[in-house]
């Protein structure tokens, strides 16, 4: 790392935050754009990576005046545990349902944590499951059974 950047950490997620938010006025570029008024395609997305990539760029100035920690080595075992229980949410939800997709992905990703701990893990999952039934089900209304066929529902 180049002794000018003081912050590795505020520097490398100026790096994602910029890369992120001009991808997404890239991929946006191919919709209609509107107006304020009358938003198009574009419109949100636009407005949301321009913004991403502001803050980002913020962090990375911040990264050049500010002190800080350096970065710890990466744990490839957790990062791979989380994208697994990602995965699994998406195989899980049409077959198994809603609830328990949501509860092995919040329970999955959790145990990734140096903090792990049972309880809060399983109290965490309930609510989650819980909060997605209300809002996505009952609220919006999204066709996503709570429980799957493979579960008899």
């Not at 912050?7 to 919709?31: M, N, Q």
């Given at each position: 790392?180049?002794?000018?950047?003081?912050?590795?950490?505020?520097?490398?997620?100026?790096?994602?935050?910029?890369i992120?938010?001009?991808?997404?006025?890239?991929?946006?570029?191919?919709?209609?754009?509107?107006?304020?008024?009358?938003?198009?395609?574009?419109?949100?997305?636009?407005v949301?990576?321009?913004?991403?990539?502001?803050?980002?760029?913020?962090?990375?100035?911040?990264?050049?005046?500010?002190?800080?920690?350096?970065?710890?080595?990466?744990?490839?075992?957790?990062?791979?545990l989380?994208?697994?229980?990602?995965?699994?949410?998406?195989?899980?939800?049409?077959?198994?349902?809603?609830?328990?997709?949501?509860?092995?992905?919040?329970?999955?990703?959790?145990?990734?944590s140096?903090?792990?701990?049972?309880?809060?893990?399983?109290?965490?999952?309930?609510?989650?499951?819980?909060?997605?039934?209300?809002?996505?089900?009952?609220?919006?209304?999204?066709?996503?059974?709570?429980f799957?066929?493979?579960?008899?529902?």
């Amino acid at each position: 790392m180049p002794s000018f950047i003081k912050h590795p950490k505020d520097f490398w997620t100026g790096v994602l935050y910029v890369i992120i938010g001009l991808a997404a006025v890239s991929i946006a570029r191919d919709y209609p754009m509107g107006t304020a008024l009358k938003m198009g395609p574009a419109y949100f997305p636009t407005v949301l990576g321009g913004l991403l990539t502001l803050i980002g760029l913020a962090a990375l100035v911040r990264s050049l005046v500010r002190a800080g920690e350096k970065i710890a080595p990466f744990v490839w075992s957790k990062v791979i545990l989380v994208l697994v229980s990602t995965l699994l949410f998406g195989v899980l939800i049409r077959g198994a349902g809603l609830v328990p997709a949501t509860a092995v992905l919040v329970l999955a990703s959790a145990y990734a944590s140096v903090h792990f701990r049972w309880f809060p893990s399983i109290a965490l999952a309930a609510g989650l499951t819980l909060f997605c039934a209300l809002v996505f089900v009952y609220a919006l209304g999204l066709p996503l059974p709570l429980f799957g066929p493979w579960l008899g529902g």
